[in-house]
């Protein structure tokens, strides 16, 4: 078993239970129960990858996953120790490949050894990669096993051929303590987790939304299937009163198609305008600049000139009594005295940032829980970071932004909903369990 320890304790001892329990279903059919899945997901203190937890093999064991909005497929490390009566290699011109798209120079003979899970010839291979390190490979074999995935009291389903990718231990590099996956979410593939769980079960649809907790002490979570979603305490539908804008499409990413973009026209804050290039805004012909959603990246990176044209209108409206202090560490540029600061529910009460989807009114609201981190006792900093993002999209929304709020990504009607801090509720993403916390 994997020592790699979540934080959420009674959740991580409620889960192996069920493991157990599992066992002892016949892995050829699923359970009945309603169309919601919740799958929890806890923040690394050390990585600040979002982590979570999914069943695979027979035995069946718990595998600790980073979760990768943009990813292709579920990807296992399949050199350290990988074990199971129930793996099969995806052979060429099979089912698995034909449904998972593996162009025909993706499948083969690689292996020079003996056959063992993630090493077979006459298997078709495809492009997987890791964000955390921006390495790819086409050298993840095609491969199906047994899944086991959500957990009580919504929804526990056992997946007896679940697709997915095996690599070698070396694309699996930074990531957190105990990892040995990464989960992938990406929008454009037939064997991410919520396209080929929809297509697996139909009690489920091609639609999930993601609520990270930003407290490394309780889990956060994602929700996968048909809203409402809820959480508790109070009992609140989240899913209600969301700002969707479209999903955009980048046609030159031939390298990861699968990521999630949004066009951004502008930027606020405290109501005015940011002067930006806007021509950054936009994806060009090249396939570069627009703006992508992230869940690897630890916070926002925006391209050097629109960095510094929102650290500049950020510092003109901070509190006239905000000091401003030398940044402690290099990744933050903007940092400032928090001892006259005053906080509220949303945070420390700093200009707020508007992020402005297709249309004025779209727009996304960032409050100084998620625009700002305390770096130290009396310090907090601007938490965005200014990169020169030349072969990249100008804007990539991270981890930091993103939490206590809820995003929907609605695959079917391609578009994504973005709801403001739950803290304006009064709520926070880690209340979505019924029975732990009632």
């Known amino acids: ?12 001892y409620n889960f192996f239970f069920l493991f157990l329990l599992l066992n002892i279903i016949s892995l050829c059919s699923s359970i009945v129960l309603p169309t919601t899945l919740i799958l929890p997901v806890t923040k690394d203190s050390s990585t600040l990858q979002y982590i979570t937890v999914i069943g ?19 990807v296992v490390d399949c050199e350290s ?21 593996v162009k025909f120079d993706a499948c083969g003979d690689y292996c020079l050894t003996k056959p063992k899970p993630g090493c077979n010839n006459n ?17 993840g074999e095609l491969a199906e096993d047994v899944l086991a995935i959500g957990t009580a009291p919504i929804v526990l389903v056992t997946q007896p051929r679940f697709i997915f990718t095996c690599v070698e231990s070396y694309i699996m590099k930074r990531l957190a303590k105990g990892v040995t996956g990464i989960a992938g979410f990406g929008h454009n593939s037939t064997i991410s987790i919520p396209n080929q769980l929809a297509s697996l079960d139909s009690r489920f649809t091609r639609k999930f939304g993601i609520c990270l907790s930003s407290s490394t002490r309780s889990s956060g979570v994602i929700f996968m299937g048909s809203s ?5 305490n109070p009992m609140i539908d989240i899913s209600k009163n969301l700002v969707y804008t479209p999903l955009v499409g980048n046609p ?28 950054l805004l936009s994806i060009n012909d090249q396939g570069h600049g627009g703006t992508r959603i992230s869940t690897t990246i630890p916070f926002t990176i925006l ?3 629109i960095y510094e044209a929102v650290k500049t209108a950020f510092i003109n409206a901070l509190p006239k009594k905000a000091t401003m202090v030398d940044p402690p560490m290099k990744r933050f540029g903007a940092c400032f005295s928090s001892k006259n600061i005053r906080s509220t ?66 695959l079917p009607h391609k578009k994504i909903g973005f709801s403001s801090s739950l803290k304006l509720q009064q709520t926070s993403c880690s209340k979505y369990d019924h029975a732990s916390k009632s």
């Open 252 to 279: 030159m990413d031939w390298l990861t198609p699968m990521e999630y973009h949004v066009n951004v026209s502008s930027i606020r804050i405290a109501g005015k305008d940011v002067p930006l290039n806007k021509t």
């Open 56 to 74: 695979q093999r027979t035995p069946l064991i718990p595998v600790n996953f980073t979760v990768h909005l943009g990813g292709e497929s579920l």
């Open 345 to 410: 529910n949303v945070g420390p009460d700093v200009p707020v940032i508007d992020f402005v989807f297709h249309k004025k009114s779209a727009f996304w609201r960032i409050y100084g829980a998620n625009s700002v981190v305390q770096v130290s006792k009396d310090v907090m900093c601007l938490a965005f970071v200014g990169r020169e993002q030349t072969w990249e999209p100008s804007i990539v929304i991270g981890g930091h932004q993103l939490e206590e709020n809820l995003l929907v990504f609605d």
């Open 81 to 101: 120790g990988y074990t199971s009566s129930t793996y099969k290699p995806a052979r060429c011109k099979s089912k698995q490949c034909s449904f998972a798209k």
């Open 1 to 12: 078993m994997l020592t790699f320890k979540l934080s959420l304790s009674s959740n991580i």
């Open 123 to 139: 298997t078709c291979h495809t492009l997987v990669g890791n964000p955390v390190i921006t390495t790819y490979t086409f050298g």
């Open 303 to 305: 391209h050097t000139s």
């Open 228 to 232: 409402p979603y809820y959480v508790y």
